[in-house]
């Protein structure tokens, strides 16, 4: 079946230093992927879509220059959280699309917390 | 606007019951897709079932079905013969084309409790 590796499952990093979260399909080719961010207790909200070799889509309120999403490949996108404050302490979450269909993988999330 | 809206925050149910979990929604596009996912503690999405817009049966998966009603634009998951497990967070989520941008976006969730 579909997999997505999703690394570091946790993180703490100190404030004003960036972090960067890896979303990899391992045995399937991702054109987009999605991510998301999860207030404890909260749904998950769509951050930005992001499309192997072209500019991330971001939703509306999500700092570009503050979240840099990469998909430099069709296995991988990268989500890097810059100059990091305790707000942005989050869980955030990748998916993975292998078509339009049914298929859509979420990675395990990445637990963030800025100190 | 809200395009998926769960309005049970929390559901409260004995074992062995069937649940029925509400989920509305709302688009434009005519082909989209529902989905329901079950989030334990350890935060992992679990996917569960689907069901496609154009689909004219109700989905079924093992003791969940989903429960689609197109006019009043509802995919309500049930699960039948409720066991202690079940207990978890439930999303209903809807992936719709706009723009030629594809989206997957979730409604509020809806804790489930199921009591021994």
């Known amino acids: 079946g579909a ?10 990093c100190k404030s004003g230093t960036s972090v960067k979260i890896e979303c990899r399909s391992l045995d399937f080719q991702a054109t987009t992927m999605f991510w998301y961010r999860q207030f404890p207790k909260q749904s998950l909200m769509l951050m930005a ?3 192997e070799g072209s500019k991330a889509t971001y939703e509306q309120g999500v700092e570009k220059d503050k979240f ?16 990091a404050h305790p707000e942005d302490s989050s869980f955030y979450i990748c998916s993975a699309n292998r078509d339009m269909g049914t298929g859509y ?3 395990s999330g990445t637990r963030l917390t800025v100190v | 606007a809200q395009k998926i ?13 069937a649940v029925t979990l509400d989920c509305t929604y709302d688009t434009s596009d005519p082909s989209y897709g529902l989905f329901w996912y079950k989030q334990p503690s350890s935060g992992e999405m ?3 079932i689907y069901q496609g817009s154009y689909d004219q049966q109700n989905a079924t998966e093992g003791r969940y079905s989903l429960n689609f009603q197109k006019a009043r634009k ?7 013969a409720s066991q202690l497990g079940d207990s978890a967070m439930y999303f209903c989520a809807m992936r719709e084309t706009l723009q030629g941008a594809q989206k997957l976006v979730f409604g ?3 804790r489930l409790t199921i009591n021994p």
């Open chain 2, 108 to 110: 509020q969730g809806t």
């Open chain 1, 3 to 12: 997999v997505v590796s999703q690394h570091p499952s946790r993180v703490i």
């Open chain 2, 5 to 17: 809206t769960q309005t049970q925050p929390g559901m409260f149910v004995q074992e062995k019951e």
């Open chain 1, 105 to 107: 993988t979420f990675g």
């Open chain 1, 49 to 51: 879509t992001s499309n």
């Open chain 2, 74 to 80: 509802s995919a309500n998951l049930v699960i039948s």
């Open chain 1, 68 to 83: 840099l999403i990469n998909h430099a490949s069709l296995t991988l996108s990268t989500l890097t959280v810059t100059s």
């Open chain 2, 46 to 48: 679990i996917f569960l």
